[in-house]
T-cell receptor, first 111, second 116 residues
Framework: DAKTTQPNSMESNEEEPVHLPCNHSTISGTDYIHWYRQLPSQGPEYVIHGLTSNVNNRMASLAIAEDRKSSTLILHRATLRDAAVYYCILRHNNAGNMLTFGGGTRLMVKP | GAGVSQTPSNKVTEKGKYVELRCDPISGHTALYWYRQSLGQGPEFLIYFQGTGAADDSGLPNDRFFAVRPEGSVSTLKIQRTERGDSAVYLC??????????????FGPGTRLLVL
């Protein structure tokens, strides 16, 4: 799977929106963009995924750049429970089934 | 519904001993994955099962590691002659089988292994 680049850490205030960026300049045409998050002492949790169009679900929104070389995970109102490591992962249909995790972004939420 | 469960939640063993870690996937999920996560790092893939067979074991670090899934449901990760470097959190995940780019993986809470 192609490589992704994320900031090591970000801070947010509670109840404010959070925009978590991910760069994936070598993305191929059939790579899906997945986001997972890992709360402290828990396994990773699926958040959202997309291919070309922006996506919304109950947890977050995913905004994908027109050239698909970057994407942004948007938490509309951060809560203390959203403090976690967020991983941006590319998945190609013809590659292995595993998820290839990078270092992710550690999100800290201040009350 | 019930999620992925893993037992034990913690395991302390001595160098050289044998350990088994168990994973119960979500009912109906035919795909099962094992990952290992060292402190401060993202999870690393170990092995993937589709049904009873290991479809991809390219992530197993050496022949001390072995995993089985005899009936296509519960899986056991087995580590022989444990070494201190095997200390990590071992994560299990399961998913429905289908187009790889689309299937979310659901993770268990992990087994924290400490080799003294």
């Amino acid at each position: 799977d192609a490589k992704t680049t994320q900031p090591n850490s970000m801070e947010s205030n509670e109840e404010e929106p959070v925009h978590l960026p991910c760069n994936h300049s070598t993305i191929s045409g059939t790579d899906y963009i997945h986001w997972y998050r890992q709360l402290p002492s828990q396994g990773p949790e699926y958040v959202i995924h997309g291919l070309t169009s922006n996506v919304n679900n109950r947890m977050a929104s995913l905004a994908i750049a027109e050239d698909r070389k970057s994407s942004t995970l948007i938490l509309h109102r951060a809560t203390l429970r959203d403090a976690a490591v967020y991983y941006c992962i590319l998945r190609h249909n013809n590659a292995g089934n595993m998820l290839t995790f990078g270092g992710g972004t550690r999100l800290m939420v201040k009350p | 519904g019930a999620g992925v469960s893993q037992t034990p939640s913690n395991k302390v063993t001595e160098k050289g001993k044998y350990v088994e870690l168990r994973c119960d996937p979500i009912s109906g999920h035919t795909a099962l994955y094992w990952y290992r996560q060292s402190l401060g790092q993202g999870p690393e893939f170990l092995i993937y099962f589709q049904g009873t067979g290991a479809a991809d074991d390219s992530g197993l670090p050496n022949d001390r590691f072995f995993a089985v899934r005899p009936e296509g449901s519960v899986s056991t990760l087995k580590i022989q002659r444990t070494e201190r470097g095997d200390s990590a959190v071992y994560l299990c995940a399961s998913s429905l089988f289908g187009q790889r780019g689309l299937q979310a993986q659901y993770f268990g809470p992990g087994t924290r292994l400490l080799v003294l």
